[in-house]
């Protein structure tokens, strides 16, 4: 069997997108890796389900072993090397044991985990930590609920600008057993989102104390939008009908009625007539306010599985997707800010009963399909998917660059192991979202073409400009982030800055395209790219909004090779 080792600084995270990762299922970490530097010696054995952030960064938990079982967390911010981020530590009288699965990493690169302690008021103390920092430590008072305590804190997420959320639960006895639960937000978790009695527009009965909200909920990159499966109790709701979608503190209505299990699913979003909403699983949500949800009617079991997007059913059980049969489950779904929805879904394959990883209509891989498990970026014969697996075993991030964790036959022994797959586009966004212009939306960039400098193909593509506006694109080595003077927007480069050709490359809203001549980026004075560099690119463009002013697009990291 191949060995293999884990360089903690060997390379870029940029590389994730590069040319030779495209349609390749590459493993970032695998069980049996050997850690190097402070932690020689020890070996990975477990291996988590990964969370992203907007920058291009992804964060995922491993446990190694090598003396007493120590848990981490592996990954990076964006545009920096893979590595440990954090592992099990002390901080005051708090000593960290191990880390829930769930995580979530911010714009910056800080991680929003869940961390069982020692040193607490309460024996083995469940807690939420962002960075080395405790948000909430069973035990503990409530900051904003008076005479409450906390009494589990899970599944923590984090916006890109760095505030923590979690479920939580709370006791009005210290140490005592859950009397009600939430969802919470802030470095303290001080603000209530929702909670246990809580009545919300659109439904027929108040929060439940004891499911108030699912452990799947998504808030959006910036905390803007929520949604989430509510769980209801009081005289009108049953153990069959006591679920229903909630968006933004409102019941999510489709057709004019409320999503809620046992209410009829309209013809309008994909129902057949008759079928009802029977339960709720994955959810997401963007900053546009663009949401999905999966779950089932009650339909027939063979076609009873949905996965609903704004409001109408885009896949259902039974369905082909890019060639495959779904039948059975959708095991984990995510969205990411742009709309790119990545799901693992039961299929039927020649029948035998198999799995396969979707990004929208697109199979990226399937049971029985091989991967680069050395990391090489070309497959290894003979290292094949057995099973997708963890909970939220996939995350999707910006320029369709999913991660996602496996088992592998790695040549007659099975291992876990996270993968990246790189789809489509080159680059990486990140400096995500851009502020709305007047046409509405965040302006976007994106490239076309390849990221070799020798083939000198790669077109920059800007859209979502304000109609009848002008621009430009430019170029630069160094990310930033500042407003200058008569912007709405945010530059997201910084140093030395080239704008192309404001002749020959001026653009025309709402979208343009500029093939970019590598040769002469046109810094001052102009320089060829060279393989290895990363090069970042936005476009300005002016707008009303609504008086004469300017903006711009996101930012663009490419990695040229």
Not at 125 to 149: C, I, K, R, S
Not at 298 to 304: G, I, L, N, P, V
Not at 395 to 420: C, E, K, M, P, R
Request: hydrophobic residues 40%; aromatic residues 8%.
């Amino acid at each position: 069997m191949k060995k293999t080792t884990l360089l903690l600084a060997c390379a870029s995270a940029a590389l994730l997108a590069s040319s030779a990762d495209a349609q390749v299922a590459r493993a970032l970490l695998r069980e049996g890796d050997a850690l190097t530097g402070p932690f020689a010696g020890r070996t990975v054995v477990t291996v988590g389900g990964p969370n992203v952030n907007e920058n291009g960064g992804f964060a995922a938990r491993f446990t190694s072993v090598g003396g007493v079982a120590l848990n981490h967390v592996f990954g990076s911010g964006g545009g920096a090397a893979p590595g440990i981020l954090r592992t099990e530590d002390t901080f005051g009288p708090l000593t960290q044991t191990a880390f829930e699965e769930h995580l979530g990493i911010s714009d910056a690169g800080i991680v929003s985990y869940s961390a069982t302690c020692n040193g607490a008021v309460v024996t083995s103390a469940d807690t939420v930590w962002f960075g080395d920092t405790p948000v909430a430590v069973e035990g503990e008072p409530h900051p904003t609920l008076p005479g409450q305590f906390w009494r589990f804190a899970s599944r923590p997420d984090v916006t890109g600008p760095g505030i923590p959320y979690f479920v939580g639960g709370i006791t009005s006895t210290q140490g005592g057993t859950t009397e009600n639960r939430g969802l919470f937000l802030g470095l303290d978790g001080g603000t209530v989102i929702a909670l246990g009695g809580d009545v919300l527009p659109g439904l027929p009965e108040p929060l439940s104390t004891n499911a108030s909200v699912g452990f799947d909920y998504r808030l959006s990159a910036l905390g803007t939008h929520h949604i989430y499966e509510a769980g209801m109790s009081g005289p009108t709701v049953t153990t069959s009908n006591d679920k229903a979608v909630v968006l933004n503190g409102s019941g999510l209505l489709i057709g004019g009625s409320l999503v809620q299990e046992g209410t009829l699913l309209p013809v309008s979003a994909g129902g057949d007539g008759v079928e009802n909403w029977d339960n709720f699983d994955f959810l997401g949500i963007t900053e546009l306010g663009s949401y999905f949800f999966s779950g089932d009617t009650d339909a027939a079991t063979d076609r009873d599985e949905i996965l609903v997007i704004d409001g109408v059913i885009a896949y259902r059980e039974g369905d082909l997707i890019d060639g495959k049969l779904t039948a059975g489950g959708l095991e984990a779904a995510a969205m990411n800010e742009i709309g790119q929805i990545a799901f693992v879904w039961d299929i039927d394959d020649g029948g035998t009963s198999s799995e396969a990883l979707f990004l929208n209509g697109t199979c990226l891989l399937a049971i029985g399909d091989e991967v680069d498990w050395d990391g090489n970026g070309s497959v290894d014969a003979g290292f094949v998917v057995t099973n997708f697996t963890g909970i939220g075993n996939v995350a999707v991030g910006s320029s369709s660059i999913v991660f996602f964790t496996a088992d592998v036959d790695a040549l007659g022994t099975i291992l876990d192991g996270l993968f990246v797959y790189a789809f489509g586009a080159p680059g990486q966004n990140y400096c995500f979202p851009a502020i709305p212009n007047s046409s509405g939306l965040p302006a976007t960039i994106r490239a076309t073409g390849s990221t070799s400098a020798a083939a000198n193909s790669l077109t920059l593509v800007a859209e979502q400009l304000p109609a009848g506006q002008f621009g430009y694109f430019l170029a630069g080595q160094t990310q930033g982030f500042f407003t200058p003077p008569g912007s709405q927007g945010v530059i997201c480069l910084s140093g030395t800055i080239g704008r192309f050709n404001q002749i020959a490359q001026i653009i025309q809203g709402p979208s343009g395209s500029l093939a970019v001549d590598l040769t002469a980026i046109p810094v001052s004075p102009p320089v060829a790219v060279q393989p290895g560099e990363t090069w970042n690119f936005q476009c300005w463009f002016r707008d009303n909004n609504p008086v004469p002013t300017s903006n711009f697009t996101d930012g663009l990291s490419v990695t040229f090779d």
